[in-house]
T-cell receptor, first 110, second 116 residues
Framework: QKEVEQNSGPLSVPEGAIASLNCTYSDRGSQSFFWYRQYSGKSPELIMFIYSNGDKEDGRFTAQLNKASQYVSLLIRDSQPSDSATYLCAVYNQGGKLIFGQGTELSVKP | DADVTQTPRNRITKTGKRIMLECSQTKGHDRMYWYRQDPGLGLRLIYYSFDVKDINKGEISDGYSVSRQAQAKFSLSLESAIPNQTALYFC???????????????FGPGTRLTVL
C-alpha cells in the first residue's frame, strides 16, 4: 500500500462545475496535508495546506480533512479551463518526510 | 528573479557519464531537497539537507550523491548515469517551521534529464 494514494485520472469536468479530488494516506500520525498544482512540464506550486479536521476555504478552493478516515480532499468550485493540471496531494508522515501521491490529472472542458 | 533556480534546464547525456545538476535559492531557507518525477510515480525524494552540515538520504538515493556547498546551493550528482535515471528533477526549499512538519516546500523550475 502506498503511503499517499490518489486516483490518477484523468478527471474530466465541464467548465463551471465542481471538481472533487481525493487523497488517502496510511500513516495515522500524519499532521500536515498539502495540495500542489502542477501544469504540464512545470514545477509544483502550493495551492493550500490544512492541519485540522474540517474544511478550509481559499477562494474557489476548499480543502477537507478527515483524520479518522485518513482522507483529504480538494474541491474546486466554478472550475475553469485554466484549472486543468495535475494535482498532487502531499502528507508529512510521523517520520517528518513529505510524501507525495502520484497526482490526479484534471481536465476542465469549455 | 526566481527564488529557486536550477541549471541546466535540459540535459542529454550518455550512459556512464558523470553529471551534476545545480540548485540555488535566494529565499534564505535552511532546508533543501532533491526530487525526481517519473510519469505515474509522482515525486520521489532523493536527498535532503536541513543545513550545510546535514545531508540525508531519501527514498531513492542509490546512484546519486549530493553536495551542500552553502546555505543557498545544493547540487545533485549522478556518478555514472544510466537510462533509468531519465526523469524530471526538481530542487525544493523550505524554512524551519514553528511547528515541526508544517513547512511548505517551494520548487525550482526543474531539470529534464535524458540518459541515452
Amino acid at each position: 500500500q502506498k503511503e499517499v494514494e490518489q486516483n490518477s485520472g484523468p478527471l474530466s469536468v465541464p467548465e463551471g462545475a465542481i471538481a472533487s479530488l481525493n487523497c488517502t494516506y496510511s500513516d495515522r500520525g500524519s499532521q500536515s496535508f498539502f495540495w500542489y498544482r502542477q501544469y504540464s512540464g512545470k514545477s509544483p506550486e502550493l495551492i493550500m495546506f490544512i492541519y485540522s479536521n474540517g474544511d478550509k476555504e481559499d477562494g474557489r478552493f476548499t480543502a477537507q480533512l478527515n483524520k479518522a478516515s485518513q482522507y483529504v480532499s480538494l474541491l474546486i468550485r466554478d472550475s475553469q479551463p485554466s484549472d486543468s493540471a495535475t494535482y498532487l496531494c502531499a502528507v508529512y508522515n510521523q517520520g517528518g518526510k513529505l510524501i507525495f501521491g502520484q497526482g490526479t490529472e484534471l481536465s476542465v472542458k469549455p | 528573479d526566481a527564488d529557486v533556480t536550477q541549471t541546466p534546464r535540459n540535459r542529454i547525456t550518455k550512459t556512464g557519464k558523470r553529471i551534476m545538476l545545480e540548485c540555488s535559492q535566494t529565499k534564505g531557507h535552511d532546508r533543501m531537497y532533491w526530487y525526481r518525477q517519473d510519469p505515474g510515480l509522482g515525486l520521489r525524494l532523493i536527498y535532503y539537507s536541513f543545513d550545510v552540515k546535514d545531508i540525508n538520504k531519501g527514498e531513492i538515493s542509490d546512484g546519486y550523491s549530493v553536495s551542500r556547498q552553502a546555505q543557498a546551493k545544493f547540487s545533485l550528482s549522478l556518478e555514472s548515469a544510466i537510462p533509468n535515471q531519465t526523469a524530471l528533477y526538481f530542487c525544493a526549499t523550505s524554512d524551519l517551521p514553528g511547528l515541526a512538519g508544517r513547512d511548505t516546500q517551494y520548487f525550482g523550475p526543474g531539470t529534464r534529464l535524458t540518459v541515452l
